[in-house]
Structure formats: C-alpha cells, structure tokens
C-alpha cells in the first residue's frame, strides 16, 4: 500500500476541508465535498440510501437517491477531469465503494497514527504520536456546514468528537511516557496542550499540577489549580476533588506529591410540535427523601447532556449505588430545558427487548394507528420534538440498545439518559460511571465534625434519624459510623438498610454483625422495588441476568481478595475440570459490562479487577455452594506462590520498587493464600510463601504481619524434608526479629538455621545465617564473633560469585570498623559495596551504603557531605517505601544536626524518624531514638526528663535482648555522665526508677513532648 503522501489525491479535512491534486486545489462547493467526506471516511463500501438520508434528510427515499446520482455524476467528472483518476465506482446497486489507495486522507492517516502509537509501549510510541498530532495543523470540518442537511451535521460532529477523543488520548499517552522516563519538561508541554484540548477535565488539570510540583514549579503549580477551580465553579458550580485539593496544599507547603448550562437543541430543523405546557412536561415522581453526597454528579451528568455532541448518556454501575436517584435528581433539574418534557420509562416490569418500544409509547401515551406499530408511532411522534427520555433498569432488556439508536437517529431533538447495569454498546452512547459515595480515610480518620459532612456518613445519619428520631452522630459512635460504611463499600443502598437497623443495634453492635452483611441488611422500605429491599436481593437481580457460564465465573473470582489481573484469573479460575478451559476474559468482559466487576490501572498501566466487598461476599456465598471451592482456593494460592517466587528475582535489581508495589497491591491476596495453607496444613504451601515474601515484609516495615505468618509456618509439621526452604524462612524470621528489637528470638532462629543449611550443605542458605548470627552478635556487643561470622559469610559469597550477597556482607563488615573507629577501613568496605550495588542497580543496597559512608564523614567532622548522602539516601529509601530504612535515614540526619549544635533540627528529625519505629514495633529502633532525645534534653538543662528518658531507653535495650552499649550506645554514656555529676544523687536515682517503671506508651509521649519542651 502506498504511504498517504504519495497518493495522487490528497483530501484534507483538518481546517477547511480541501481535495487537492498534487498542488491544485479541485473546486468543489459544498454538497459534493460533503458526499466526498462520506465515502472518504466511511468503510470503502458506502449504502446509497444511508448517503441520500444523510445529504437529503427532507426528501423522500425515491427523490433522494435521484439527487445522490446526479450529485454523484458530477463529483465524478469534476475529479476525473482535474486528476485524471476516479476513486469512486458504483457496487451493485445499493453500494459505492472508495479506492483509499488513491486518495489520501490526512483524518485517516491521523487515526492510523495514533492507533500506532495506543498499541505500542514505552517510548517507541512518542513518535508517531507526536506525528499523529503534527497532523492536527487546525480543527478538523473548519467552518463547513450544511445547513439543510441536520443528519449530515450530525455525522460531521461525531466525527470531530472522535478526533478530539483521539486527540486527547495520545496527548494523555505523551504526557504518561514522558513523565514515567523523566522528561518533565516534555510531559509539561503536552499536559498543558490536553488542558487547553479540554479544559473542564479535571484529571487533566491534576496531571499538569503534579508534573509542575515535580519540576519544582510551585507558583505554575497554584496558578494552574486557581484555573482549574474558577472553571469548575464557572462552568459546573462544584469545588475541585480532594485529590485536586491536596496538591493545592503540596503546593504551598512543598510536600512531596506521591503519584503519581442550559440544554441546547442538536440540530437546526424544522419545528413543527407545539411546546407542552408546564404541568405536562414530566411524570417524574416526588423525591421522599433528600438525595445526599451527589452535587458533583448531577452537575457533571447535566453538563454532559448540554454538549452538541452528547444525545445518549448511559449511568452504569452495579445494584444500589444510586443510578435510579441520580438520573431522577438530573431530569428534575432538566425539565424547563426541553420543550416537551422530560418523562422516566421505567423498564423494571419487562425482560423482552421487543416490548421496549411499546413501553416507551405508553409512558408517553401514544397509540399506534391501524397501520402501524408502536416504532413507527413512536418515531412519527418523537421526530419533531425536544425532549429528554429517562430509560430506568436497561441491563434486562440490553438487547433493545439497537432500538435506542434508531430513536436517536430519527429524532434529532431527543436526548436519552439510561440508568443500566451494563452498557448498550452502540455508537455515541456516553458511559457516567456512577461511584460509591466519599468515604472517609481509615488511616487518617476525621474528627466526628468532619465526619458528619463526609456523604456516606450524612446518608447514613439521615436515614438513621427516620427511623429513630433521637440517633446522633457523637464523639463516640463517629468512627464506628465511618467504619460501617467503609464495610459497606460506600454503596447508598447498603447504608440505607444499614441506618434502618438502627433500632435494634447500636452502630458498635452492628458492626461486629457485618461479617455477615447480606444476612443483616434486610427489610428496606416497603414501597421500595423487591429487589432493593434486601441487598441479597440486589445483588441477586443482576446475577439472575447473567448466562450460566457468567455466573460461574462470578462464583469462581470470588477466591480473589482485593482485586487480580487478567493473567492471575486465567491461571487460576480457567480451569474446567474434565470439561476442557473456560472462557475467562470472555465472562470477565460480561461482568465488566454488568457492572459487577470494575477496572483500574496501576500505575504501570496494567489493567487490574475488582469487586465491591458486598458483591464479592455474595459470590463468595455462590463459591462455597458449589463443589469447586476447595480446587480454586488451592489455584489461588499456587498461582500466588508462584507470583511470590517470581517477584523474588526482582527485588535486589533495578525493577525493585515497581515488584515491592506489586507484592503490597496483592497483600489481601497473599494473606487468603497463607490462610488456607495454614487451614490445611500445607507446609510446603506455607513455607514456600513465606521464604519468597519475608523481604518484602522487612523492606516496607510490615514485620507485625510477616513474623507471625512465618511462626505459624515454621510450626507446621513438614513431611517434605526440605531444609533449605525451612531455613531461608528462619533467616527471614530473624531478619525481622532483629529490626523489632526481638535479639533473643532472632538468635534462636540463627542458631536453628544455620544448623539446618549447613545439614543441607546449602552455601547461599550457610552465608545468609552467617550474616544474621553476626548481627545478632552486633547488638550483643559481640564484635569480634560478628567480624568472624561476617568473614566467613564473605568468602562463602565471593568463592559463589554472588555480587548481591558479597556487597551485603562486606557493608556489614564495615559497620565493625565503624564501631572501632576504624575510619579508613570502615570507608573503604562501604565504597566496595556501594561500588557492587551499583553494578547490579541495586536501589535499596545503594541507598543504605549512601547512609553508611554518610556516617563516616560525620565522625570526620565533613558534615555538608554526610547530610547530602544521608539526604540522597533519604530519597532513595521513600522512593521505596521502605519505612525502616526511612527511619534510620531520618534518625542519621537528625545525628548530623545534634553534631553542628543544631538541637531543634535534631528533636524535629528524630521525632518523625521515632514515629516510623513505633509504627514498624521497632523496640531497638525507638530505644535509640529515646536515647538521642534524652540527650537533647539534657543540652536543654531538664534533667529530670532527661534521665527518666535514658533510664526507658536502656530498659527497651535490655527487654530487646540487646548490650546497652551496642549500636552507638556507648555515645550516651558521657551525657549521662556529666548530667549526673550535676544532680543529687538521691534525684538521679529516683527519676532512673521512674523510667525503668514507665511503660512504652508513657515512653514514647514523653519523647514527642521533646519538640514543645
């Protein structure tokens, strides 16, 4: 096929349409360059009664196709005698075909471009992009019209809408690709086109806010959101998103970002219906209660439906979210927008596409003549009119999407809303997703004031106060509220049978019912549908819609928790037994499209899965009817297995942190899969889980979860007598103990380690216990046991060729001539390492020796280079989300602040990094760091506090199992020293007491009280 440039005709559509041949310009009024538009951009066949409709809408069928072959002869000859060429040739006698190879169209060879650029990855795909839009030189149709053609303007507005769609979709692509490999600057200017492309999108806006902040453009940063926020209040009367909001505060405080009208008419006609008047221009019914939480919704839905180009408008979403209420509050507020009307259909009472018609008909109350059916009747009626239909519970009827786009087509002045589980699938229909409602934070939860304003709350409270008149929400009950409906999912309908219960359960008792919630939330208003009167039974009215192979999909991802890929649900729910594979991503699509299932992506771009918790509960229920229960959890649980051990090759290398986010995203996952190995006492299960995650458990702070799981494994009986893996759980058990403080846990597990890698003869295994039984002699005091552990890991590492395990020993190595202030060698260990870590872009081993050379040029007094690598390291270990190493990073700065004399620096630094070890269950950790502010109070002169703080700090030293001298514990005895030469005796004794006695929550908020004293 001949590239588009080199075709003899060129047509070109973007600015004024023009059909040039070579650099002549061929003169072609108006209606002959709207049938070539036509043929050049539909399929290469074209139906002569769809082109006469089209260009002659007012004629009948007989007399338009008379005008297309007259029109049709002279674009013919006005081509052939300007190029010499003729790409259009008749096709029997219904068709037109259109030769592309000799005409170029720089709209398709846009789309071809851009498609190029969807399908490829990573930055391949910059180039064709940025050729697909070199393409756009200015708006596509510019300035043509037909205005006695309403269908064909119709036609050419879709058309701008896909190419402004298309648009938008690469300049997204643009700005992702670049903004993923660093070019900020690139993705700026691309952002800010997509913002100009589509103002009123919000996610655009933020895109463009977040990529300034980045770039360390602050004041751009508020400047764009103050633009963004004055057009959503201008154009939709809302306030910016949350999210929005936040980068606002980032903004002014330079935090850093992590992440990433009046209805108008449609066409010029021909107006021939009188306007109805007032009092008959809806059937819409009285609101009974107040609609909460959905301002944002109304205003979006109703600005979709005043666009030129939007006429059919889909609510999707899965039972009781709110579809019903939300397109009822959108009609309401639309009825004075419509000429004639605005009118609900409501489906519920039919399940035959064919009956849709005559449902509409009636609603509208119109009655076939002798001649014809309710279609006909319909369209004749609807035709010369303005009006808005409101087609309520579409999913059960799906199949009559055909006749909605055969209403649309026909009635230029109709718009359709539709609330349905499922899309209809046909051309110009405009999907609004509806969402649960806001839901608070469980890690940052609000005060009971904010609380009350948050919808999901205000709904539940309302609903509460109908049913007894007294309920409040309190300063006691506020967080149960909040945790009801986080349960809950947000989903209005749950939260209403939820407040219904009110009367019988205080929000603390129902909360401990709701493990149990289909059973509980029961007994809805009477005058509501059977089907929301129950959630079961909401539920249960979409899955009756679904085929049997559907509902045994359904069943089947429910073994999933918190969500899956693609990859993982074929793996383990595609399995049919003796029947052969199962259609996966078919029934996922079907799901998708009944809204029981929905789709996000990561931030990579993988496409991920998940259910309602509601909904899940329900298909879990359908799950462990069945006789496939116990074969799926054990699919599950091999194919996380199998995704564990996978990820372990990752983890030391330059894709760590995207596997670290991948192994935290599928923890819910993982802890189902560890459960049912323990519930059937599967060790090899069990251990191998364990073994392939302990790291990740250590590297993002979560030992409180890892070392109980690895517990329960290790207790398991093992028939498999498989050493190997029993030790490299044991190493990763102490790993964790030892960053808990646990000292004699993590020697027990050491010491059974190694004894079991040495009987397996397992040198990697042997080399790693070596290394734990060295740490552990660390925190002992025990340096010269920990340097001959280390040297002899060492050489079973180097003798291996292991970079990786060679470059962790030797910086552990280094720590000993830290300790005995060999600088020289200390240095020379740690930038042997870092040099290794390097090789293998090992991001977590470079930013702990970064820390570690840091320490070196602190104690020789070079502090800008020991605060600059400790900051550098800061910044690698966040990027991971490693909360311990964040902590000893903070904990570092904080040491290199108190060494210049900077005593506020200090407290502020070892505050936060004290706040992660308490969060992690760190004891040691927050020893040393109530050792360090101890010392501050003493530079203070408050004594007392400050030996009570000394005191607590060396009792969690000895509870850890650890020598109070260890781990810089030597550098306090001096402080403490001189402050008790400066107290009396009986004082110091008394105040060292009263630390001994304090218990860890008394430590630890005597330690933050540091920054106020």
Not at 117 to 133: F, S
Not at 338 to 346: A, I, M, N, R, T
Not at 731 to 740: D, K, P
Request: glycine letters at 6%; aromatic letters at 6%; proline letters at 4%.
């Amino acid at each position: 096929m001949r590239s588009s440039s080199t075709k003899p005709l060129q047509l070109t559509i973007f600015g004024v349409p023009a059909l040039l041949c070579g650099e002549t310009v061929l003169d072609l009024s108006r209606k002959p360059m709207a049938l070539f538009l036509l043929l050049a951009l539909d399929e290469p066949l074209s139906s002569r009664d769809r082109l006469a409709y089209l260009l002659w809408p007012e004629e009948d069928q007989s007399s338009a196709r008379q005008n297309l072959r007259r029109l049709l002869s002279r674009l013919r000859v006005t081509v052939r005698d300007g190029c010499n060429i003729d790409p259009i040739a008749t096709h029997g006698q219904d068709q037109i075909h259109f030769d592309h190879e000799l005409c170029g169209v720089d709209v398709l060879e846009f789309r071809r471009l851009a498609q190029q650029a969807i399908h490829t990855q990573g930055t391949e795909r910059i180039a064709p992009a940025e050729q697909a839009l070199a393409l756009v030189r200015a708006a596509p149709f510019d300035g043509f019209a037909l205005d006695d053609a309403p269908p064909f303007e119709e036609w050419m507005q879709r058309q701008i809408l896909h190419l402004d769609q298309l648009r938008q979709q690469i300049l997204s692509l643009i700005v992702e690709t670049n903004r993923n490999n660093g070019k900020v600057h690139e993705a700026i200017r691309a952002a800010t086109t997509l913002v100009e492309a589509d103002p009123l999108n919000e996610e655009s806006h933020c895109a463009l806010i977040e990529l300034l902040l980045h770039a360390g453009q602050r004041d751009a940063a508020a400047q764009q959101y103050e633009a963004c926020r004055l057009l959503l209040a201008d154009e939709l009367g809302v306030e910016p998103l949350p999210r929005t909001q936040a980068l606002l505060q980032a903004a002014h405080t330079g935090d850093e970002v992590v992440t990433f009208a009046p209805h108008t008419s449609l066409a010029v006609r021909q107006e021939v219906a009188p306007p109805l008047p007032i009092s008959q221009r809806d059937n819409l019914p009285a609101a009974a209660t107040s609609l909460i939480g959905r301002n944002r919704e109304i205003a979006a839905v109703k600005a979709l439906l005043s666009r030129f180009t939007v006429r059919l408008v889909t609510l999707t979403g899965p039972g009781g979210i709110g579809k019903t209420r939300l397109a009822l509050a959108v009609a309401a507020d639309l009825v004075d927008e419509y000429e004639h009307g605005v009118f609900l259909v409501q489906l519920a009472p039919i399940h035959n596409a064919e009956l849709v018609a005559s449902m509409i008909a009636q609603t509208l109350g119109i009655r076939p003549g002798a001649d014809q059916g309710y279609l006909d009747a319909l369209k004749a009626y609807l035709r010369p009119r303005q009006m808005l239909l409101v087609l309520d519970n579409f999913e059960q009827v799906i199949d009559a999407g055909p006749l909605v786009a055969e209403l649309l087509a026909d009635a230029p002045g109709l718009n359709v809303l539709i609330t349905s589980r499922a899309l209809l699938r046909i051309y110009g229909e405009r999907e609004f997703a509806v969402q649960p409602l806001t839901l608070p934070d469980r890690q940052q939860m609000p005060t009971s004031t904010a609380l009350a304003e948050l919808p999901a709350v205000a709904l539940f409270v309302e609903r509460g106060r109908a049913v007894q008149a007294d309920f409040m929400l309190t300063a006691e009950n506020a967080k149960d509220v909040a945790e009801i409906c986080i349960r809950l999912d947000g989903l209005p309908l749950a939260i209403e049978l939820a407040a219904a219960r009110i009367r019988f359960f205080s929000p603390q008792q129902m909360l401990a019912r709701l493990d149990k919630r289909l059973t509980l939330l029961t007994h809805g208003a009477r005058d509501w549908p059977d089907r929301h009167r129950t959630l079961r039974a909401t539920i249960e009215w979409s899955f009756n819609l679904l085929s049997a192979g559907e509902q045994q999909i359904f069943a089947r991802l429910a073994v999933f928790v918190g969500g899956w890929t693609l990859e993982l649900a074929e793996v383990v729910c595609a399995d049919n037994g003796d029947d052969g594979t199962f259609d996966v991503l078919g029934g996922l699509e079907s799901l998708l499209d009944q809204s029981l299932v929905h789709r996000s992506e990561d931030e990579n771009g993988e496409a991920r899965f998940t259910m309602l918790e509601t909904i899940r509960e329900y298909a879990l229920e359908r799950l462990n009817t069945g006789n496939e229960a116990e074969r799926l959890r054990r699919a599950h649980a091999d194919a996380f297995l199998a995704l564990a051990a996978h990820a372990g090759n990752f983890l030391d290398g330059p894709q760590q942190r995207r596997w670290l986010d991948r192994l935290q995203m599928e923890q819910e996952n993982f802890r189902a899969a560890l459960q049912f190995a323990l519930s059937t006492k599967d060790a090899p299960l069990a251990l191998g889980l364990c073994s392939n995650l302990w790291s990740y458990w250590y590297r993002r702070g979560r030992q409180s979860e890892g070392r109980p799981w690895a517990r329960a494994a290790l207790a398991l009986p093992d028939t498999t007598g498989d050493l190997v893996r029993r030790a490299i759980v044991l190493y990763g058990a102490g790993v964790m103990a030892i960053t808990q403080g646990d000292i004699d846990e993590a020697e027990r597990l050491a010491e059974e380690g190694l004894q079991r890698a040495m009987h397996a003869e397992d040198d990697e295994a042997t080399g790693r216990l070596l290394n734990l039984l060295a740490s552990v002699s660390q925190h002992r005091g025990n340096w010269e046991k920990a340097a001959a552990c280390y040297r002899q890991g060492l050489e079973i590492f180097r003798r291996k060729g292991d970079t990786y395990l060679t470059a962790i020993l030797l910086g552990n190595l280094g720590n000993v001539y830290l300790n005995d202030k060999q600088y020289t060698e200390a240095r020379a260990h740690y930038e042997e390492s870092l040099a290794l870590h390097r090789q293998i872009n090992d991001t977590h081993g470079i930013a702990t020796l970064l820390g570690q050379v840091g320490l070196v040029m602190r104690y020789l007094g070079e502090f800008d280079q020991a605060v600059a690598l400790h900051r550098e390291a800061l910044a690698l270990h966040s990027e991971l989300g490693e909360r311990q190493r964040v902590a000893v990073c903070l904990r570092n700065l904080g040491d290199d602040m108190f060494a210049q004399g900077k005593f506020d620096e200090a407290a502020h630094l070892h505050r936060q990094a004290l706040a992660y070890y308490h969060e992690i269950g760190d004891r040691l950790g927050i020893a040393e760091l109530v050792h360090r502010l101890a010392r501050i109070l003493g530079q203070r002169g408050k004594l007392f506090d400050a030996v009570r703080l000394y005191s607590a700090a060396d009792t969690l030293r000895k509870q850890a199992g650890a020598n109070s001298l260890s781990f810089g514990g030597e550098h306090f005895v001096e402080p403490l020293q001189q402050i008790r030469w400066q107290m009396h005796e009986d004082d110091f004794a008394q105040s060292w007491a009263q630390g001994e006695a304090m218990p860890l929550t008394q430590v630890i908020a005597a330690a933050e009280a540091v920054l106020k004293s």
